[in-house]
């Protein structure tokens, strides 16, 4: 009994100890030399919102309540508050003064200048009003007075306003207001000029690679640019000051839109339709409500607006939020950045909610947390889509690489292929077929030009063959290949031919014991003489382990046209020529029509003996 008689007196006390504290303290804003500004001011709640200012004036001292950190927020709320501030100058010299309430939202605001109780001047501002004029060209609330030495100056603000009542009230002396405002533009300044950098970043993206994940987040930026600068006036300063009404619509459509554009953005980068179908109707049907929201924005007041907004706001960030974990969970790499991206940008929207509703005080971090929150968000989810493009690139790269090796691949099976349809296995030099068409793609470029076509054969191979065995006969063709190409380099009537690896081509394999060449005569300055000088080099003997072996070749040459106009007629009688007796100093037989024994009527008899 005792106890509860005794914490009765004490809260009893506590409360007539608070109601005293809080309507006392009226000391003025006094200005002092070298001493810092402390704002603080007195305030009262107008519930009917109707009271002029002779009205306030005549109110009694305990009506007032003392705000000592110069910083109220009062929530959404239909009455009228009305502060009060005395500022006592003394410093000896004239002081020139700004009155600043830093928030730009204010619906309606009115300063009232006294001294001595007299009105000196009245001057009404807020985003309800044409932008200009204003006594200082900023977005926030600001009222410039002087108060002379040793005199003192009292002002009355009426503030209204259908939104958030944040009623921040700073005393400054105008060139440090001016230089605290130059700061604050240089952060605004690396702010916006940040967000635009982005979103033209994401619209090049867009443009070259015409994937609408980066249109999707360039949009949502522009979302949240534009919603930042509404919501700190500039719009409304550099866009359209003289058209307040359109205010209003720009921040409410604002927000549908920001919050349209980064549940597409969420959809598409963290794959939600495939990673989760549930969470995908959930977003799904946050569109849609947005989308609506979009819509009907221009048609409601802004009280209401305000208020769905909010309700939007709180349920597209809680979703999104949710989205980074569920797509991590489902081993989606974006998942992680989008996570780390969402959770500043979220605590920076509660900490602003909870400014508006008058739960948080009114300081740098409730000021500024949702702007810090999305550029990091923004900062973050951009080097997220950095990274998501640098690995769709090495993708690419890899896809493009592991095609080139599979093209290589095949193209070393067709050369392989080609080679062993075109080369002869154990010389390795291009056989008939590739001799035919070398022979008449040359005549069928050079019609009018003379060339002849020279065969070879080593008689002697079958003797050899049956004698040496096949291992040493083929080891003699080879040998003899090689002599005969290093033969045919240096004499420049025989032809050559650049095959695809770039080998020389001069010498070719007809049959097993069979070579052919084709011979420009437009370029046998010395009458053959050289040519029939490296014949005779073939014809000696060659060393084969140790075994000195007479390959005894035999030569044949037929000429184009005299003696053919097709590879294969040439070739056929330059083998026919071969059986004729060389004439003069010569080693080559040529073919001669008269001499050629061969035709069909031959075999036809042979076949009937």
């Not at 947390?369 to 493009?389: N, V």
């Not at 019609?447 to 079958?462: A, S, Y």
């Not at 046209?561 to 080559?588: D, F």
């Amino acid at each position: 009994m005792i106890l509860s008689t005794a914490l009765r007196i004490f809260l009893l006390s506590l409360a007539t100890f608070t109601s005293q504290f809080a309507h006392a303290n009226s000391a003025p804003v006094t200005l002092a030399s070298e001493k810092p500004i402390e704002s603080h001011f007195q305030y009262w709640e107008d519930a009917s919102a109707e009271a002029e200012l002779a009205d306030v004036r005549a109110l009694p001292d305990r009506a007032w309540q003392t705000n000592p950190s110069g910083k109220a927020t009062f929530g959404i709320t239909d009455s009228a508050y009305w502060l009060r501030v005395e500022v006592q100058n003394q410093t000896g010299r004239d002081q020139l003064l700004i009155a600043e309430l830093g928030y730009s939202q204010l619906d309606d605001v009115v300063f009232h200048e006294l001294s001595g109780g007299t009105l000196l001047r009245e001057f009404a501002t807020g985003d309800t009003r044409s932008f200009y004029p204003r006594d200082v060209d900023h977005p926030n609330m600001l009222y410039r007075f002087h108060v002379a030495p040793d005199a003192s100056k009292t002002l009355y603000i009426r503030v209204a306003t259908q939104g958030t009542m944040v009623v921040p009230l700073q005393i400054w002396q105008q060139n440090d207001f001016y230089e605290a405002a130059a700061n604050e533009q240089k952060l605004h300044f690396f702010y916006y000029g940040s967000l635009a950098v982005i979103i033209l970043i994401n619209l090049a993206v867009f443009l070259t690679l015409r994937e609408k994940l980066y249109l999707y987040y360039a949009l949502a930026i522009s979302g949240y640019f534009l919603f930042f600068a509404a919501v700190r006036g500039y719009t409304l300063q550099h866009i359209y000051p003289g058209a307040p009404f359109l205010h209003t619509h720009v921040l409410l459509l604002s927000m549908p839109f920001l919050a349209m554009f980064s549940i597409l953005f969420c959809m598409e980068f963290l794959q939600v339709r495939s990673n989760s179908p549930r969470l995908y109707r959930a977003l799904q049907a946050m569109l849609l409500f947005e989308m609506l929201f979009f819509l009907s924005a221009p048609l409601l007041d802004y009280d209401t607006g305000i208020r769905v907004a909010a309700v939007s706001a709180f349920a597209f960030f809680s979703l999104l939020l949710v989205a980074g974990p569920v797509a991590w969970a489902a081993g989606v790499r974006a998942g992680v950045f989008f996570t780390i991206a969402w959770t500043p940008l979220t605590i920076g929207v509660s900490a602003t909610a909870g400014r508006a509703l008058g739960l948080l005080p009114e300081n740098f971090f409730t000021e500024y947390a949702m702007q810090i929150g999305s550029g990091l968000e923004a900062f973050i989810l951009t080097l997220a889509l950095a990274d998501r493009l640098y690995r769709e690139r090495e993708q690419k790269i890899q896809a493009q690489a592991d095609i080139l090796k599979q093209q290589k691949a095949r193209n070393e099976a067709q050369t392989q292929l080609n080679e062993a349809l075109t080369h002869d296995p154990v010389t390795g030099l291009p056989n008939r077929n590739r001799f035919e068409w070398m022979v008449d793609e040359q005549l069928r470029q050079n019609p009018n030009g003379r060339f002849m076509v020279g065969v070879t054969r080593i008689t002697q191979l079958k003797e050899i063959n049956r004698t040496l065995g096949l291992d040493r006969s083929e080891r003699l063709l080879k040998a003899m290949a090689e002599q005969m190409t290093r033969l045919a380099s240096g004499l420049p009537m025989v032809h050559q031919t650049v095959d695809a690896r770039g080998n020389d081509e001069r010498v070719y394999q007809l049959s097993g014991d069979s070579f052919g060449l084709l011979v420009n005569v437009s370029k046998t300055a010395d009458d053959f003489q050289s040519l029939d000088n490296a014949l005779k080099q073939l014809a000696e003997p060659v060393l084969l382990d140790n075994i000195a072996i007479e390959p005894n070749p035999r030569f044949g040459a037929a000429s184009y046209p005299e003696h053919g106009k097709k590879a294969a007629l040439l070739i056929r009688n330059a083998h026919v020529g071969m059986e004729m007796a060389p004439h003069g100093p010569y080693q080559t037989g040529l073919y001669s029509r008269k001499d050629d024994i061969y035709d069909e009527s031959r075999l036809t008899l042979m076949s009937d003996l």
